[in-house]
């Protein structure tokens, strides 16, 4: 395999996954938490790919792929409710978001 | 170390270092605007990744579900909702950042010593592949033989996704209707 080994990129992936996890707790507007977590999930499928390639099977690659899945489909929902939650007058602040009923 | 070895290494430091930089300009911009299109560097550095890890189909489903669908998506929204200011710091040093700091620091240092702990022994020698591992191919045979059942509970997922999205919107653009006629009368 050319270029660093496995581990290299195993140490990158959780730095990533880090940066995203602090992203998701220090800001307070829902967008960029959104944003935040695909990192995030996108720092997990860089792991998963990586043992993967290690292990010389493909099935890594698959659960990446329905890592991947599950994303769009989390970005579709949680965009969705952001959306509501304009069209009805709340403010976009997730510490001042106390209660589900509007 | 021949010529395309260190190739490799340039493309690989290059790649890691956009990763990393623009995750921490998702984290830190006040504009999600800017935020969002920092991801999609984020997203293109990783399908660089992809490539040099030989998943050549995960690297092109991530630009076409990523940058394609998913960013577009974030700025459509982004560009209705309009471009809100957050800064990351807001209301200066709290308990609550610092322990966000601590944390997530905490999650970093053990999971780098897990690692590198590990990969002293094995995990330096990566096993041998075959040229077409990661092709669509490959992934296609795999998908509809040993994971049949990840790819229909995939379509079910993307179903119950494209469902609640639609209810979402029509339940908020019909309460605004009757807001606007509450207005009117």
Request: proline share 2%.
């Amino acid at each position: 395999m050319l270029g660093p080994g496995i581990a290299a990129y195993l140490v990158l992936s959780v730095l990533v996954f880090s940066i995203g996890a602090l992203g998701v707790l220090i800001r307070r507007s829902p967008l960029i938490i959104l944003l935040a977590l695909e990192i995030m999930l996108n720092a997990g499928n860089l792991a998963l790919i990586a043992f993967s390639r290690y292990h010389g099977s493909g099935d890594g690659q698959i659960f990446a792929l329905a890592v991947m899945v599950v994303a769009a489909s989390e970005a579709v929902v949680g965009l969705g409710l952001i959306v509501a939650m304009s069209r009805k007058h709340v403010e976009l602040d997730v510490d001042r978001l106390r209660s589900l009923r509007g | 170390m021949d010529a395309g070895n260190i190739l490799v290494w340039i493309v690989w430091v290059g790649a890691a270092l956009g990763l990393v930089a623009s995750a921490v300009a998702v984290v830190l911009f006040a504009n999600p605007f800017y935020s969002a299109l920092a991801l999609l560097g984020n997203l293109g550095s990783l399908a660089v990744f992809y490539l040099l890890l030989q998943a050549e189909f995960v690297a092109a489903a991530q630009v076409l579900v990523y940058a394609g669908a998913v960013i577009v998506m974030f700025l459509f929204v982004i560009a209705y909702l309009g471009g809100r200011a957050d800064t990351p710091w807001a209301g200066g040093p709290s308990l609550q950042s610092a322990a966000a700091v601590l944390a997530t620091a905490a999650i970093a240092v053990e999971i780098v010593v897990a690692v590198t702990y590990e990969a002293d022994g094995h995990l330096s020698r990566p096993a041998e592949i075959a040229a077409a591992f990661g092709s669509p191919a490959q992934i296609g045979n795999l998908f509809l033989s040993d994971h049949l059942l990840v790819f229909e509970v995939t379509s079910l997922i993307l179903l119950v996704a494209a469902v609640g999205g639609v209810i979402l919107g029509r339940a908020a653009s019909a309460e605004t209707r009757v807001e606007g006629g509450e207005r009117a009368t």
